[in-house]
């Protein structure tokens, strides 16, 4: 995710060697865009964000990164109309079989 008006960032290619916040571990959300680039040169400076979404959210919109990882229901359900207006998303991962609704997974 990154501000809209960002026009150096159009693909998760371009995230390299630039500041991104991620939540810190356990969320997997920086390992899932570091595992997108594992066979880049310079990857993203990934910084680890204790605290929630909000939090994450917060070091863009303060200019203190220039993208973050969300989750795409904390996009689609937390954020107010012009606040997902005011920015673009990069790249949205699949989702996994857990997190389908309804969806088992076999043994």
């Known amino acids: ?4 008006e960002n026009k150096q960032i159009h693909s998760v290619k371009s995230l390299r060697s630039i500041k991104v916040n991620a939540l810190a ?7 899932v865009l570091l595992d997108l680039l594992q066979n880049e040169v310079a990857v993203p400076v990934v910084e ?3 605290g929630s979404m909000g939090d994450v959210l917060k070091g863009l919109e303060d200019g203190h990164c220039a993208a973050t990882v969300l989750r795409d229901k904390f996009f689609e ?4 109309g012009e ?3 005011s920015l673009k998303v990069v790249y949205k991962t699949q989702n996994t079989p857990v997190s389908q609704p309804g969806h088992q997974c076999e043994p």
């Open 48 to 50: 680890a964000i204790r």
């Open 1 to 4: 995710m990154i501000k809209k």
């Open 83 to 85: 606040q997902r207006a």
């Open 25 to 31: 571990s356990p969320k997997l959300t920086a390992s």
């Open 77 to 80: 359900r937390m954020l107010s």
